[in-house]
Structure formats: structure tokens, C-alpha cells
């Protein structure tokens, strides 16, 4: 079965401090993405990783990609209450589709 | 460029009736999926169309149909509506199986 975890499914963190968002994948992929969703709005794109090894980052945010792992990762870094949302990873498992994790709901303390 | 667009953003429909939502893809894009989200879950997949046909199909029944237009538009169309087909519905758009970007999403309420 084509299975997309997240942990963990709800993070409560203080501004200022680091944290990491883990997704796991059941079965060989070379295509994950990261998505942020506003409560209510839809999916904006935060990363693409193609290959093992990939990191990206943009701004207080960087993802990393782990094929033989399978896994991925998001960094928060120094955290801002703008980044309070909740964060998809979803994976093309090569048939054509998104198979998406369960997200993770983020929420920054002032 | 105006991106992916769906329409309408709100719908109430009552249990038993058909809906029709729509999707119009970004510029340069030929592929259009449909996802259901239900409240507090991630997305999952309905279906994909390409060239007109439908090229994907995930764990959804009959009552789910779709259709994709000459000019890579597509309609999702869902019959005999039921309680747990409230959700919001989200379209994407890609260039083949490259980056998927998703529209604002229909918003369907049934009662």
C-alpha cells in the first residue's frame, strides 16, 4: 500500500525556537513535495525535491530529501508567528498522482 | 497569468442532487486532477485527465465523473450527493507529471 506519515500531526512551538517536521513514505519515490495551507484557503507550494540528497530552503524554511530513507524533512528555524499553518508533504509514487500525508497543523507562540 | 481557477467558490447543494465544479488550469498546462479534502484530513486523489481522457482513477465511486474540454478545462460532476461529500474540492494543473499547482478549491457543502 502507498502510505504518506507525517509527525507530528500537531506542533505548538514558541517563537524564536527550531523544529523539524518529519514524512515518511512506504515505497520507492524520487518525487516529493511540500505544501503550506492556510486555514480554510488551498495548497501553496513550498518545495519541490527530485533526487536524493536534495535540500531547498527559502527563508526560515528547509526541506530535505532522503530516498533510501524515504524520508523527508521540513526545518523551521527560528520560528515567526506568519508561519502558523498546517504543512502537507505528498509524494508521486511514478502513477501520476499525489499521495498525501496526513499534515501536520503548526502553531507559533508569541 | 492567472493561475489554476475553480468555480464556483461556495456551494450548498441538498442530499440526492448533482453538482458540477469547474476548473480552468494555468496557461501552458494539459493535465488537471481533482482532490477531495475533507475537514481536518489531506487531500485525496479522485481522478486525472489528459488529452480528454481520464488517465488515473483513485478509491471513489461511479457517482464521480469527470471530463476535460478541448482546451484542458475539466468539470467534476458528482452525482446522487450525499452527507460525506461535504468537502472542499481542489483542482491542479500540470505540464505533464511536473509540478501540480492547486486552484482555491469549491467548497461543498450538502444538507
Known amino acids: 500500500e502507498l502510505k504518506v506519515e507525517q509527525n507530528p500531526l500537531f506542533l505548538s512551538m514558541q517563537e524564536g525556537k527550531n523544529y523539524t517536521i518529519y514524512c515518511n513514505y512506504s515505497t520507492t519515490s524520487d518525487r516529493l513535495y511540500w505544501y503550506r495551507q492556510d486555514p480554510g484557503k488551498s495548497l501553496e507550494s513550498l518545495f519541490v525535491l527530485l533526487s536524493n540528497g536534495a535540500v531547498k530552503q527559502e527563508g526560515r524554511l528547509m526541506a530535505s530529501l532522503d530516498t533510501k530513507a524515504r524520508l523527508s524533512t521540513l526545518h523551521i528555524t527560528a520560528a515567526v508567528h506568519d508561519l502558523s499553518a498546517t504543512y502537507f508533504c505528498a509524494v508521486n509514487f511514478g502513477n501520476e498522482k499525489l499521495t498525501f500525508g496526513t499534515g501536520t497543523r503548526l502553531t507559533i507562540i508569541p | 497569468d492567472a493561475g489554476v481557477t475553480q468555480s464556483p467558490t461556495h456551494l450548498i447543494k441538498t442530499r440526492g442532487q448533482q453538482v458540477t465544479l469547474r476548473c480552468s488550469p494555468k496557461?501552458?498546462?494539459?493535465?488537471v486532477s481533482w482532490y477531495q479534502q475533507a475537514l481536518g484530513q489531506g487531500p485525496q486523489f479522485i481522478f486525472q485527465y489528459y488529452e480528454e481522457e481520464e488517465r488515473q482513477r483513485g478509491n471513489f465511486p461511479d457517482r464521480f465523473s469527470g471530463h476535460q474540454f478541448p482546451n484542458y478545462s475539466s468539470e467534476l460532476n458528482v452525482n446522487a450527493l450525499l452527507l460525506g461529500d461535504s468537502a472542499l474540492y481542489l483542482c491542479?494543473?500540470?505540464?505533464?507529471?511536473?509540478?501540480?499547482?492547486f486552484g482555491q478549491g469549491t467548497r461543498l457543502t450538502v444538507v
Open positions: 496557461s501552458g498546462h494539459d493535465t
Open positions: 491542479a494543473s500540470s505540464l505533464r507529471q511536473l509540478e501540480a499547482f
